[in-house]
């Protein structure tokens, strides 16, 4: 039969081992927790750039739409105004299709900045959905307190004298 001194020594050992192990377990799982966190920032951050390299091609895209419309309707309106210029048209009759032409084009700018608009707005509720999915990945995964000490002492048996 064991000593009580021994069985209390192994009682002993066998949770300063467990307080070990638990302490080196938590240290794995944090450092873990914090890598995870630290890739949910990379790709959050790679996400934004995608977005904002998207709106400025979105933006530009636009600008070039706008700018070939404004060409048309100079070229179209020079056009017009030289072919009624040749047939000895003049007033409210060039002055109508000149009209029309430049309502069109201001139609088509409006159009062109609404649907820019809406994918402006459409590309920043994508950054904010990566906001929330990296704050997800980190919250996925959160930081374990250290094990107590008073662990050694949890299946700690008092040897019974007598």
């Known amino acids: 039969m ?3 001194v021994l069985g209390l020594g192994l009682s002993l050992a066998q949770g300063v081992f467990g307080y070990m192990q638990a302490g080196a377990e938590v240290k794995a799982h944090n450092q873990q ?3 995870n966190a630290a890739n949910a920032v990379v790709a959050m951050t790679d996400q934004y750039t995608a977005l904002s390299n998207r709106t400025i091609q979105e933006r530009e895209a636009a600008i ?4 070939e419309q404004q060409i048309e309707v100079m070229q179209a309106s020079s056009t017009a105004e030289a072919a009624a210029g040749e047939g000895g048209v003049a007033g409210n009759s060039v002055s109508a299709i000149l009209g029309d032409y430049y309502a069109k084009s201001g139609r ?10 809406m994918q402006r707005e459409f590309l920043t509720a994508e950054g904010r959905a990566a906001h929330s999915e990296a704050q997800n990945r980190i919250n996925s995964m959160p930081l374990k307190p250290k094990p107590s000490p008073f662990m050694i002492f949890s299946n700690l048996s008092l040897p019974s004298f007598g």
Do not use: G
């Open 2 to 4: 064991c000593s009580p």
């Open 33 to 35: 927790a914090r890598q």
């Open 64 to 67: 070039q739409k706008k700018t």
């Open 108 to 117: 088509f700018n409006d159009a062109v900045d609404a649907n820019y608009q």
